[in-house]
């Protein structure tokens, strides 16, 4: 027997067939409560905010930019630089001026109070391979392949302007690596005078049947265009050749389709600086080597063993001794009478 009582409940009679020829008969009840389907959708759409604010790991190491070992400004030229640490510029023909800028304190357009921007200031040269562009290696190409992933960011210029965003999936050098993957997911966004946050998110590419390179330098590769000539027209969007001042701050990779809020990749100021050491380290304090040769340690393990170069500062003459170490950990200085030094340990991508 079964008769819906509805709800809200009408009736607080339950009829029931009585007629002595049937005679007795049990009435068992099942109360089923009502499913208000607008309610729990508004709870998972609450949960579905609550997630969006919580961080996801940023695969960009000093997005930043925190971190300048080598210098703060280099010249206009065509040529690729690193100088914040972790990024680097690239201009062919076109020529490329890097810098860091200070944010005014207390500015509110960026939020979380960061304290540098990178600066690239692009004088354009007409020529159909020719292009101006900031990028940054995500170490191991495997790591995000065939995922769906967010790149965020904060840009100004000096006047609007077009700019693009593409990733470059690249498997290394040694051996016979295939052939690197470009133009994935290329959007273009129109920065003005004012600071804007820009998001983009694309899934990459899966790497199943490709073949890394033997020297383990493989690498994902976001890029911003800021100039490019008609040879590079896929990648870049189309936006053409242009000069002009181009600002960018707080960039963020991180897997899922939510520009989460930003944080750093080593979670701490300090973890951030030895996640950039890992890469290169400047150590400019003042070192003496004895004559003969001595043990130097790097403040972090390298990624790879890095390539070591000393700079004499007084005294005898000093060089790195590639025997009887030479690794990730560290060198042996090397000289014939005492004399001071800096160095510096490189095993960028």
């Known amino acids: 027997y079964e008769q819906v009582i509805g709800n809200p409940i009408t009736s607080n009679v339950i009829a029931a067939d009585r007629a002595a020829a049937i005679g007795q008969r049990d009435i068992h009840f099942t109360v089923k409560p009502a499913i208000n389907l607008e309610r729990i959708n508004g709870s998972f759409a609450q949960i579905e905010d609550s997630l969006k604010t919580i961080p996801n790991h940023n695969y960009v190491i000093n997005g930043n930019f925190d971190f300048w070992q080598r210098g703060t400004s280099l010249g206009a030229s065509a040529s690729s630089r690193f100088l914040a640490d972790r990024f680097f510029t690239s201009g062919v023909g076109t020529t490329v001026a890097p810098s860091r800028q200070a944010f005014t304190v207390g500015q509110t357009d960026v939020p979380g109070n960061p304290k540098f921007f990178h600066r690239t200031v692009v004088a354009s040269s007409a020529g159909a391979g020719n292009l101006a562009v900031q990028a940054h290696k995500v170490e191991d190409v495997t790591k995000l392949a065939g995922k769906t992933v967010t790149i965020s960011f904060w840009a100004k210029a000096d006047a609007t302007r077009q700019m693009a965003v593409e990733f470059e999936q690249f498997f290394g050098t040694g051996g016979s690596p295939s052939s690197s993957v470009n133009a994935i997911g290329v959007k273009t966004f129109t920065a003005t005078t004012s600071w804007q946050k820009f998001t983009q998110t694309v899934t990459l590419p899966s790497v199943v049947g490709k073949t890394l390179g033997t020297n383990g330098n493989d690498f994902l590769q976001p890029l ?16 053409g050749q242009q000069s002009g001042t181009f600002d960018i701050a707080q960039v963020k990779l991180e897997e899922g389709i939510n520009a989460t809020p930003f944080v750093l990749a080593g979670g701490t100021i300090a973890g951030e600086l030895e996640a950039c050491q890992r890469f290169y380290e400047l150590n400019d304090a003042l070192h003496t080597c004895p004559a003969g040769s001595a043990m130097v340690r790097f403040s972090v393990t390298k990624r790879a063993a890095p390539n070591v170069s000393v700079s004499t500062v007084g005294g005898g003459a000093v060089s790195v001794s590639a025997t ?14 005492v004399g001071d030094y800096t160095w510096t340990a490189d095993a960028e991508l």
């Open 224 to 239: 911003f265009w800021f100039d490019c000539g008609s040879s590079s027209a896929s990648r870049c969007g189309s936006i």
């Open 324 to 337: 009887p170490y030479f690794g990730l950990d560290g060198f042996r200085c090397s000289a014939s009478a």
